[in-house]
Nanobody
Framework: QVQLVESGGGLVQAGDSLRLSCAAS????????LGWFRQAPGKEREIVAR????????SYPDSVKGRFTISKEYAKNTVYLQMNSLKPEDTAVYYC????????????WGQGTQVTVSS
């Protein structure tokens, strides 16, 4: 089992920055990759960043590329999402999720943290 706990959400103004944290525990050695997702009211959940657990390879959708950065602190089993130049459309509940193998669905989810960007 893998447990994930997010933190760092809040209310910010457009153009501000925010860093989210996702602390992983349990069988972290079995994680293949971890992704940050977001879901805004009335919209589908979308992935905004992912990082492989061992190699640290990252990927982003075009909607956040250049503004969001995902990173991992190995000693703390914690993954960060640095969000810069935030826009009101970034408002959503942000979740981190882990999967144990490429191609499998993300089976382990955190509780989510609210990010609200005011204009």
């Amino acid at each position: 089992q893998v447990q994930l706990v997010e933190s760092g959400g809040g209310l910010v103004q457009a153009g501000d920055s925010l860093r989210l944290s996702c602390a992983a525990s349990g069988r972290t050695f079995s994680i293949y990759d971890l992704g940050w997702f977001r879901q805004a009211p009335g919209k589908e959940r979308e992935i905004v960043a992912r990082i492989t657990w061992s190699g640290g390879s990252t990927s982003y959708p075009d909607s956040v590329k250049g503004r969001f950065t995902i990173s991992k602190e190995y000693a703390k089993n914690t993954v960060y999402l640095q969000m810069n130049s935030l826009k009101p459309e970034d408002t959503a509940v942000y979740y981190c999720a882990a999967r144990l193998r490429m191609g499998l669905p993300y089976g382990y989810w955190g509780q989510g943290t609210q990010v609200t960007v005011s204009s």
